[in-house]
């Protein structure tokens, strides 16, 4: 079984994904889960139910560590971890303003080819009248109206949607590498969501659920394991 998400290659069609600038690039944070965990499976096999957080993998020292971000003590990252764990939920234009919603949220000011792009994708490049995004939608498709049924214009904005998840990548490694006491206990096996443990562990999570007595925070739970 594995996560929710497994990765980014998914994101990307097979001929894009090879020639840019993502398939060579060792990413910081993976398998962000599209929605917040309120289950674990701890290594005794038990259920066990935690605060809701935010599961993704972040890279330390060559080895992908597990993480889970509470939700309420952490809000935004824990936000910012699932948005990214929503992109491939949704269609190619969808992808690209998802991750930009992600790269605001995480950066103060910018690049203007990446705000371009975004505001041609969701307005007509009739209304557009910023000079510089006008002047950046030139340098990059060569005209300020993008026809995605363009072969060349495809290249590009794979090509873009690329650099901007790297970029994002970079920023949200950043701020998950400040945060303290959110790697996955040891005591746990796996995180899951009440789906998937209702999917796997039916009859578990059943008796977890309708106990009180075992429907406790396996953070808080000095036996827990």
């Known amino acids: ?36 965990c309120e ?23 060559e080895t992908y560590v597990p993480l889970l971000i509470p939700v309420a003590k952490h809000p935004a990252v824990a936000n910012t971890v699932t948005q990214l764990g929503q992109l491939s939920t949704v269609g190619r234009v969808g992808k690209y303003v998802a991750l930009f919603k992600v790269y605001e949220m995480v950066c103060a000011k910018p690049q203007i080819h990446f ?5 041609v994708l969701s307005h007509a490049a009739s209304v557009l009248n910023r000079p510089k995004t006008l002047d950046a939608l030139t340098s990059i498709f060569g005209t300020v109206h993008v026809d995605l049924a363009r072969y060349r214009h495809q290249v590009v904005f794979w090509r873009t949607l690329g650099e901007l998840l790297i970029e994002v990548d970079r920023l949200v490694a950043h701020e998950l590498k400040a945060l303290a006491d959110v790697a996955m206990p040891q005591s746990y096996r796996r995180p899951l969501t009440v789906w998937v443990a209702r999917y796997y562990f039916p009859d578990e999570l059943s008796k977890l659920l309708s106990n009180p007595a075992l429907n406790t925070d396996a953070r808080q739970s000095p036996s827990a394991g």
Do not use: D
């Not at 998914?10 to 398998?31: Q, T």
């Not at 289950?39 to 020292?61: D, F, H, M, R």
């Open 1 to 36: 079984m594995g996560t929710l998400s497994r990765g980014y290659q998914g994101l990307f069609p097979g001929r894009f994904w090879l020639s840019s600038a993502v398939s060579k690039h060792r990413f910081g944070v993976v398998n962000p889960w599209w929605r917040p």
């Open 39 to 61: 289950i674990v499976q701890l290594k005794s096999g038990k259920l066990s139910t935690i605060e809701p957080s935010a599961y993704c993998e972040l890279l330390v020292n």
């Open 115 to 119: 705000a371009a792009l975004r505001h």
